[in-house]
């Protein structure tokens, strides 16, 4: 079964049909997960802020929300997030599926495994195949704000980064950054669930301009992209029938 994280301006799956949400027990806290249908087909949705939104991404519970799709037999996850851009050939609005993370984060439970001494291969940090149903659902709209390859920086907010923080992420080669990647894509590789995401861009990094971040000024952008993502996986579903 195919579920979709949902970040900022994400907190529900628009055209999630017969909607039940559900708190979920894990042995690593609480979850929220809503349950519904796409196309007739079933889907399920975690806003992994929490519902409502309330945890800043260095508290969400990130072993909790994985472990939740792992015990409901997720083996597809989609994950949306909003990201601030480091390649200066981005611009704000711009859709990624990016193929590779860069971790910086630091202090979040990042493992299943404290108990035993295993390591996943973490190569390629995003699984290609969801990659692949992302970049085919995006080639089937007129949407071409696009890019389909990009190294995902993962800081450990909440604050934003200073100028020469994202001049570090451009010598790293990230191309967008943002706070929630990780330690999610790792812990769903260690659950064997294959893991993509989606990003929009919503500002320029840091410095990249003039002027600085204004994040409350992103609302329309915001809900405009949200709903181009919410017709990627729409029509990744329909894609897939
Ligand atoms: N940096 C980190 N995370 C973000 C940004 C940013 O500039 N924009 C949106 N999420």
Do not use: W
């Not at 579920?3 to 042995?27: C, H, K, N, R, Y």
């Not at 100028?163 to 943002?178: H, P, W």
């Amino acid at each position: 079964m195919l579920a979709v994280i949902g970040g900022t301006g994400f907190s529900e799956l628009v055209g999630l049909e017969g909607v039940q949400g559900e708190d979920i027990e894990t042995p690593y806290g609480m979850s929220y997960v809503e349950g519904g249908e796409i196309a007739d087909v079933p889907v399920l949705f975690l806003p992994r802020h929490g519902h409502p939104p309330r945890f800043p991404p260095h508290r969400i519970n990130y072993r909790a929300n994985i472990d939740s799709l792992a015990r409901m037999n997720v083996d597809e996850i989609v994950a949306v997030s909003v990201v601030g851009s480091v390649d200066p050939l981005l611009s704000v609005g711009d859709l990624i599926v990016p193929d590779q993370i860069v971790d910086y984060t630091r202090d979040r439970d990042g493992t299943f495994f404290d108990d035993e001494i295993s390591h996943i291969d973490f190569t390629f940090p995003y699984d290609e195949s969801v990659r692949q149903k992302l970049i085919s659902a995006l080639q089937s709209l007129p949407d071409d704000r696009y890019q389909t390859t990009g190294v995902y920086g993962c800081t450990q907010g909440p604050r934003l980064e200073t100028a020469a923080e994202v001049r570090r992420l451009t010598n790293d080669g990230c191309s967008i950054v943002g706070m929630t990647a990780m330690p999610e894509a790792a812990l769903a590789r260690e659950k064997e669930i294959a893991y993509a995401g989606i990003s929009l861009v919503v500002n320029s990094g840091a410095g990249l301009n003039d002027q600085e971040i204004d994040l409350d000024g992103i609302s329309i952008i915001l809900e405009q992209g949200m709903l181009r993502i919410t017709n990627v996986i729409e029509a990744l579903i329909r894609n897939s029938l």
